[in-house]
């Protein structure tokens, strides 16, 4: 029977009971702030805000490195000699850890590696399916499982809803007119993941109680998720009236006993506070 470690990048946004409780390895991307880089994870999520309230300038975000990669990679081996790694990287067409990752893997045996096509907690949804697939099935192969990988990940679905389009403006993915427009006519537009891209989603009109509960209405009404993987979560800053709120319509919906789960820097530093996601698994 293989010995299988998985492995993601810090965007994924694990929290840590999930990565104790299924030995997941996770390899730091990075946050730079002016003339300094962090590893993701080094520092508070705080500091991301706190920089760009500062000097009115985005914290830049890049991929996990290949020596990143290598340094984690050799860790494992160091540790399990016969493991077999699953890498199930964050979303190929938003930034080089993909890339980085193939190239160290290239000095190792025993590597398979996988596109999860999903951010934050819609990584954490694949890994966390993963992880428990492999646990239930511990004699199937490396490709039977990233087979599985590759079918999940068309089946996760997820939404962001961002309280303030700042960030988005500040970074270029918003025009100036477009957010002057959302901010007269008070209208919260949501992004979804397809096939890896951010890309808009619906549009919102009133108060972000209002789209919030709107958000999550339409997301059980355009999915067919099982409501056992259903997550939510979100940046710093959203208030717990907000999640009794979404924990109310949750329970609607047949989803018990979820916790709210924190988004780290790397997607923080894009979508500002207080920004809402939600995630889930369509039914096979």
């Given at each position: 029977?293989?010995?299988?470690?998985i492995?993601?990048?810090s965007?994924?946004?694990?929290p840590?009971?999930?990565?104790?409780?299924?030995?997941?390895?996770?390899?730091?991307?990075?946050?730079?702030?002016?003339?300094?880089?962090?590893?993701?994870?080094?520092?508070?999520?705080?500091?991301?805000f706190?920089?760009?309230?500062?000097?009115?300038?985005l914290?830049?975000t890049?991929?996990?490195?290949?020596?990143?990669?290598?340094?984690?990679?050799?860790?494992?081996?160091?540790?399990?000699?016969d493991?077999?790694?699953?890498?199930i990287?964050?979303?190929?067409?938003t930034?080089?850890s993909?890339?980085?990752?193939?190239?160290?893997?290239e000095?190792?045996e025993?590597?398979?590696?996988?596109?999860s096509?999903?951010l934050?907690?819609?990584?954490?949804?694949?890994?966390?399916?993963?992880?428990?697939?492999?646990?239930?099935?511990?004699?199937?192969?490396?490709?039977?499982?990233i087979?599985?990988?590759?079918?999940?990940?068309?089946?996760?679905?997820?939404?962001?809803?961002?309280?303030t389009?700042l960030?988005?403006?500040?970074?270029?993915?918003?025009?100036?007119?477009?957010?002057r427009g959302?901010?007269?006519l008070?209208?919260?537009?949501?992004?979804?993941?397809?096939?890896g891209?951010?890309?808009?989603g619906?549009?919102?009109?009133?108060?972000?109680?209002r789209?919030?509960?709107r958000?999550?209405?339409?997301?059980?009404l355009?999915?067919?998720v099982?409501p056992?993987?259903?997550l939510?979560?979100?940046?710093?800053?959203?208030?717990?009236e907000?999640?009794?709120?979404?924990?109310?319509?949750?329970?609607?919906?047949?989803?018990?006993?979820?916790?709210?789960?924190?988004?780290?820097a790397?997607?923080?530093?894009?979508?500002?506070?207080?920004?809402?996601a939600i995630?889930?698994?369509?039914?096979?």
């Amino acid at each position: 029977m293989k010995k299988y470690i998985i492995t993601t990048e810090s965007g994924s946004d694990l929290p840590k009971e999930i990565i104790d409780r299924y030995n997941i390895k996770v390899i730091p991307m990075n946050v730079t702030m002016g003339d300094s880089t962090y590893p993701d994870g080094s520092f508070e999520v705080q500091k991301v805000f706190d920089y760009y309230d500062e000097t009115g300038t985005l914290s830049k975000t890049s991929g996990s490195t290949p020596e990143d990669c290598s340094r984690i990679y050799r860790e494992i081996y160091t540790e399990f000699p016969d493991a077999h790694i699953i890498h199930i990287a964050y979303s190929a067409v938003t930034t080089v850890s993909f890339n980085s990752a193939n190239i160290a893997a290239e000095d190792f045996e025993n590597i398979s590696l996988v596109d999860s096509k999903h951010l934050t907690i819609g990584a954490t949804a694949v890994v966390k399916s993963t992880a428990e697939f492999i646990e239930a099935n511990p004699n199937e192969t490396p490709e039977g499982i990233i087979a599985f990988i590759e079918r999940l990940s068309q089946r996760t679905r997820m939404v962001f809803i961002p309280k303030t389009l700042l960030y988005l403006k500040a970074g270029g993915r918003v025009s100036k007119l477009a957010f002057r427009g959302a901010n007269l006519l008070k209208i919260y537009p949501t992004i979804i993941i397809e096939n890896g891209y951010l890309v808009s989603g619906k549009k919102y009109r009133g108060t972000f109680e209002r789209s919030i509960k709107r958000m999550i209405n339409d997301f059980f009404l355009t999915y067919d998720v099982d409501p056992d993987t259903v997550l939510i979560g979100g940046s710093l800053g959203v208030s717990d009236e907000y999640k009794e709120i979404i924990y109310n319509l949750l329970k609607e919906r047949g989803v018990h006993n979820t916790k709210w789960m924190s988004a780290g820097a790397v997607i923080s530093s894009h979508s500002g506070p207080s920004a809402i996601a939600i995630t889930g698994i369509e039914k096979e």
